[in-house]
């Protein structure tokens, strides 16, 4: 049986996107008093996040621009509302985002290429 490549970007979104938020992020939300608060919202924002892979389809542009637009609001949205959250944290964000769905959508198409 095939795995179905929407699991295999979901799976692989969690894997590069926990180790990030955890060494790098979690330090910067700490001085801004941010913590998880329900992994089961954390659970639906990711559902939510790999759901974007029906748009993607494995053209890797296409996956850079939609991490670039989810990151960037998700980035932007909360510079523009938490007082201690900077440009240069949103631009982190952005960054690692548009990153994390082009590694994402590679692996994918890596992946399926392989099963």
């Known amino acids: 049986m095939k795995v179905p490549p929407i699991f295999v970007f979901g799976a692989l979104l969690l894997l590069l996107d926990v180790p990030f938020i955890s060494t790098v992020m979690a330090p910067r939300y700490a001085t801004l ?15 939510v996040m790999t759901l974007a892979w029906f748009f993607i389809q494995g053209d890797v542009k296409k996956g850079a621009l939609i991490g670039f637009i989810i990151f960037g609001t998700y980035a932007f949205t909360l510079a523009a509302i938490l007082p201690g959250y900077t440009a240069s944290v949103g631009l982190l964000e952005l960054i690692w985002g548009t990153l994390l769905y082009t590694l994402a959508t590679l692996g994918t198409n890596k992946v399926m290429s392989i099963i």
């Not at 008093?33 to 559902?47: D, V, W």
């Open 33 to 47: 008093g941010m913590s998880m608060q329900s992994p089961l919202y954390a659970f639906l924002a990711y559902l």
